[in-house]
C-alpha cells in the first residue's frame, strides 16, 4: 500500500492518529500541503482544533483537494476534519469546503460542552454496505470530544448516529468520502478496527 496523508492544519491529535495507522502497519506521512496529494494513496484530516482557523490552512489547496477527492481519492475525516466537509459552521464565519451538504451546529446548552467521553454508536438499518462499520455492532462504544455536529442535507449520507442532549450523526459515508465524529483512535479495538476497515478499502 502506497502512503497515506494526514494534512496538518494546526490541529492537536495529529501524533494519536498517525500512531494508531502506524500500528496497523501504514507508511503514514504528515504533509502541511497539498501540492503533491497525488503520491498519496489516501488522505486523512484530523480533528482537534478550531474552525476557521483550520479552514484558513485549508483554503489555498481547496481546489486541489476537490480535484482529488473527484478523481476517487479516499478521505477520512475525523471530527472537526468530518465538519469541515459541510458548507459552514456556527464555530465560525468562513465557509467550509462544501462537498457535503448541510451545516455543522453547536450542541445543545443544556448539555456540559464540550461533550468529552465514551457514547454508544446507533448504526442505522440501512448500513449494512457501511465501510467504516463492517463488523461493528450497534451500540458499540466510542470516544467523543466536541462541541458541535454536523447537520446534513441528505441524510442518507449517515451510517450511524449517537445521542448527547440531542441525537445527531457520528458516521458520514458517501462515495469515497468518510467521516466520524468521534476520535478512531482513541476508542480502543472497535476504534482501530474502523481504521482497518478503512484501510482495507483503499485495497479496492
Known sequence: ????????????NIFSIKVALERLCVDVEVIRSMDNLDVYKALILPGVG????AMKSIMPYKD????????????????LGMEMLFER???GTLPGLSILAGEV??????VKIP????????????????????????????YFV??????????RVVSARSEYGVEFPAVIEYGNLFGTQFHPEKSGSDGMHMLSNFLNYLKR
Open 1 to 12: 500500500m502506497s502512503k497515506i496523508a494526514i494534512f496538518d492544519y494546526g490541529a492537536g
Open 50 to 53: 478550531n474552525f476557521d482557523p
Open 89 to 91: 459552521s456556527e464555530e
Open 115 to 142: 461533550h468529552m467521553g465514551w457514547n454508544r454508536l446507533r448504526i442505522n438499518a440501512n448500513s449494512s454496505n457501511s465501510v467504516l462499520l463492517n463488523g461493528i455492532d450497534d451500540g458499540t462504544w466510542v
Open 64 to 79: 486541489r483537494l476537490l480535484e482529488a477527492i473527484g478523481s476517487g481519492m479516499p478521505m477520512l475525516g475525523i471530527c
Open 105 to 110: 451546529v453547536m450542541l445543545p446548552r443544556s
Open 146 to 155: 466536541h462541541s458541535y455536529h454536523a447537520r446534513p442535507k441528505d441524510a
